[in-house]
């Protein structure tokens, strides 16, 4: 593990990040800060194995997944584990390189990104089906809330600024002629917000899978809409990113990497129940409440999830207009489903 002091360093910038304000480094970001560098080397151990950092958080992931099905083996490349990290935490941790990969929603890249940090987006992780949605809005049946503009003066409990909850909700509601400014946001952990929502601390909690399970068999609570109501999906894309000194000295593990989140995807999409199974093991949660997962198919990053949300970050006024493009924000080099 590298010194405290970047740790600290990033730790102070996590409320600018997730305010979408300004990031871990003044400097401006590299064209390709993802592409292999001319003599790269790489942090190989004896063996030949490159050791990446990444969170052990009490979640469904991918990289979790990947381990326990072996896809990793015969590989350049295995998961360090550093113990837990907070969500907000780690895009700027990314960022620094104190962990080389995470798994957050695209607006919190792009701002990272608008602000300088050494990150791309590598692969594109998690997407919203109708049957299987990345978000979905719940009140309590007596609330007499059912229509957006019943919205206004009330509290939404959400799992996070700077990212889907926030900007996803915020375009539909403006687009259906609620007044924004009169609704309060307020940050309520996914695993706590069904009992937020019922207890009437919020008004309308926005829950993502699992947790979203249990609010669904709540008999108190009724399920307004999922996030593909609201934009058909274009929103729901939950992308992998790799720090980008770590990419460019170390290629072929992140090629690994992206391989086995592939394949990892691929066995989700085609063992939804047994997906379900070892998710509600690794939380602790009753099966029963354990919403599946749905991913896109290879992994393939494409464009139109990533201008969605500039787009919104630009009308928002978090990052200034033409700061960021499409192409900076992601890469599917490393991706062995990608065309040449």
Same mark, same amino acid.
């Given at each position: 593990?590298?010194?405290?002091?970047?740790?600290?360093?990033?730790? $102070?910038? =996590?409320?600018?990040?997730?305010?979408?304000?300004?990031?871990?480094?003044?400097?401006? $970001?590299?064209?390709?800060?993802?592409?292999?560098? @001319?003599?790269?080397?790489?942090?190989?151990?004896?063996?030949?194995?490159?050791?990446? &950092?990444?969170?052990?958080?009490?979640?469904?992931?991918?990289?979790?997944?990947?381990?326990?099905?072996?896809?990793?083996?015969? +590989?350049?490349?295995?998961? %360090?584990?550093?113990?837990?990290?907070?969500?907000?935490?780690?895009?700027?941790?990314?960022?620094?390189?104190?962990?080389?990969?995470?798994?957050?929603?695209?607006?919190?890249? =792009?701002?990272?990104? @608008?602000?300088?940090?050494? =990150?791309?987006?590598?692969?594109?992780?998690?997407?919203? &089906?109708?049957?299987?949605?990345?978000?979905?809005?719940?009140?309590?049946?007596?609330?007499?809330?059912?229509?957006?503009?019943?919205?206004?003066? %009330?509290?939404?409990?959400?799992?996070?600024?700077?990212?889907?909850?926030?900007?996803?909700?915020?375009?539909?509601?403006?687009?259906?002629?609620?007044?924004?400014?009169?609704?309060?946001?307020?940050?309520?952990?996914? #695993?706590?917000?069904?009992?937020?929502?019922?207890?009437?601390?919020?008004?309308?909690?926005?829950?993502?899978?699992?947790?979203?399970?249990?609010?669904?068999? #709540?008999?108190?609570? &009724?399920?307004?809409?999922?996030?593909?109501?609201?934009?058909?999906?274009?929103?729901?894309?939950?992308?992998?990113?790799?720090?980008?000194?770590? @990419?460019?000295?170390?290629?072929?593990?992140?090629?690994?990497?992206?391989?086995?989140?592939?394949?990892?995807?691929?066995?989700?999409?085609?063992?939804?129940?047994?997906?379900?199974?070892?998710?509600?093991?690794?939380?602790?949660? $009753?099966?029963?409440?354990?919403?599946?997962?749905?991913?896109?198919?290879?992994?393939?990053?494409?464009?139109?999830? =990533?201008?969605?949300?500039?787009?919104?970050?630009?009308?928002?006024?978090?990052? +200034? %207009?033409?700061?960021?493009?499409?192409?900076?924000?992601?890469?599917?080099?490393?991706?062995?489903?990608? %065309?040449?």
């Amino acid at each position: 593990m590298t010194s405290s002091t970047p740790r600290r360093t990033a730790l $102070k910038q =996590i409320a600018s990040f997730a305010a979408l304000g300004l990031g871990v480094s003044a400097c401006s $970001k590299p064209a390709d800060p993802v592409a292999p560098a @001319a003599g790269a080397g790489t942090t190989a151990k004896a063996g030949g194995i490159v050791e990446f &950092l990444y969170p052990d958080n009490p979640s469904f992931d991918l990289i979790y997944l990947a381990e326990k099905l072996g896809y990793f083996e015969g +590989t350049s490349t295995r998961p %360090k584990y550093i113990g837990k990290v907070a969500a907000p935490q780690i895009i700027p941790l990314v960022g620094t390189g104190e962990i080389h990969f995470g798994a957050r929603m695209v607006p919190l890249v =792009i701002s990272a990104i @608008a602000s300088g940090a050494d =990150i791309q987006v590598i692969a594109s992780g998690g997407k919203t &089906l109708q049957e299987a949605p990345h978000m979905k809005y719940f009140v309590r049946k007596d609330s007499g809330i059912r229509t957006p503009k019943d919205l206004e003066g %009330k509290t939404i409990g959400i799992n996070s600024f700077g990212a889907c909850a926030e900007f996803v909700t915020k375009k539909y509601l403006r687009q259906q002629g609620v007044d924004v400014a009169k609704i309060n946001f307020l940050v309520v952990p996914d #695993n706590q917000n069904e009992q937020a929502v019922s207890t009437k601390n919020v008004d309308l909690a926005i829950i993502h899978p699992p947790h979203s399970g249990g609010a669904e068999a #709540n008999g108190d609570l &009724l399920r307004l809409w999922s996030d593909f109501d609201l934009d058909g999906g274009l929103g729901g894309m939950a992308p992998y990113s790799v720090n980008g000194r770590f @990419a460019r000295e170390n290629p072929q593990a992140v090629r690994d990497v992206v391989a086995a989140l592939a394949k990892a995807a691929h066995w989700v999409n085609a063992n939804p129940d047994e997906s379900r199974r070892y998710t509600a093991e690794r939380i602790g949660m $009753k099966l029963e409440h354990v919403e599946r997962y749905a991913y896109v198919d290879d992994q393939l990053v494409t464009e139109p999830p =990533i201008q969605y949300y500039i787009d919104i970050l630009e009308a928002e006024g978090k990052i +200034t %207009k033409g700061k960021v493009s499409v192409s900076q924000v992601y890469t599917n080099a490393f991706n062995p489903h990608a %065309k040449a």
